[in-house]
């Protein structure tokens, strides 16, 4: 089976610009997470969706960032607009089921850096 | 949710030791998954282990817990280089909001 597919893999754009993350779960999968991770701060959780409905958004960092699930394929993280201090590796993770002790599917994650 | 916190920070050891990595967190759980991340890729499930259990094994990988001392241990055996990454534990408490600590980056020389 196909694991979690993100894209682009890397990312360079001039701040200012409009980032677009893409992110498609295991199919199956209920849950869909955002990370984002940097030196500085580790592995932080941005946002997840259940069903395709956002829960928790308590860690996107500013109102620049959004994220969108309208299917359950599909999952987009945007940036409008991008500052260098947005410059991380974005992690997309997928899980099953309702109970705390599922595993989580990650990514192989989008590199972006704001010139 | 809640964060463990795994030591050493980092650990160098030779190809073919054994490695052993610690995970210590504050409250109780039902469970705690240990991830591993190769460098450039994401996060890999290697076990979980349930806070009734005390011991698991998995290939070349043994989880112990102590629920009393709120630790927990993963060991490496017969370690090669391609086990060269950061390692992560991940205290569950029944949520999906799990947060991960700053993980233990151990080097396997070959």
């Known amino acids: 089976d196909a694991g979690v597919i993100q894209s682009p893999r890397h990312e360079v754009t001039e701040m200012g610009q409009e980032v677009t993350l893409r992110c498609k779960p295991i199919?199956?999968?209920?849950?869909l997470f955002w990370y984002r991770q940097t030196m500085m701060r580790g592995l932080e959780l941005l946002i997840y969706?259940?069903?395709?409905?956002?829960?928790?958004d308590s860690g996107m960092p500013e109102d620049r960032f959004s994220a969108k699930m309208p299917n359950a394929s599909f999952s987009t993280l945007k940036i409008q607009p991008s500052e260098p201090r947005d410059s991380a590796v974005y992690f997309c993770a997928s899980s099953s089921r309702m109970t705390g002790d599922q595993p989580q599917h990650f990514g192989d994650g989008t590199r972006l850096s704001i010139l | 949710s809640q964060q463990g916190e795994e030591d050493p920070q980092a650990l160098s050891i030779q190809e073919g030791e054994n490695a052993t990595m610690n995970c210590s967190y504050k409250t109780s759980i039902n469970n705690l998954q240990w991830y591993r991340q190769n460098s450039g890729r994401g996060l890999v499930h290697l076990i979980l282990?349930?806070?009734?259990?005390r011991e698991k094994h998995s290939g070349r990988l043994r989880v112990t817990l102590d629920t009393s001392k709120k630790s927990s241990s993963l060991l490496i055996t017969a370690s090669r280089a391609a086990d060269t990454a950061s390692y992560f534990c991940?205290?569950?408490?029944?949520?999906?909001?799990?947060?991960f600590g700053t993980g233990t980056r151990l080097k396997v020389l070959a």
């Open positions: 282990i349930r806070s009734n259990e």
């Open positions: 969706f259940n069903n395709n409905v956002p829960i928790d």
């Open positions: 991940v205290p569950g408490g029944g949520t999906y909001k799990y947060i």
């Open positions: 199919s199956g999968h209920d849950y």
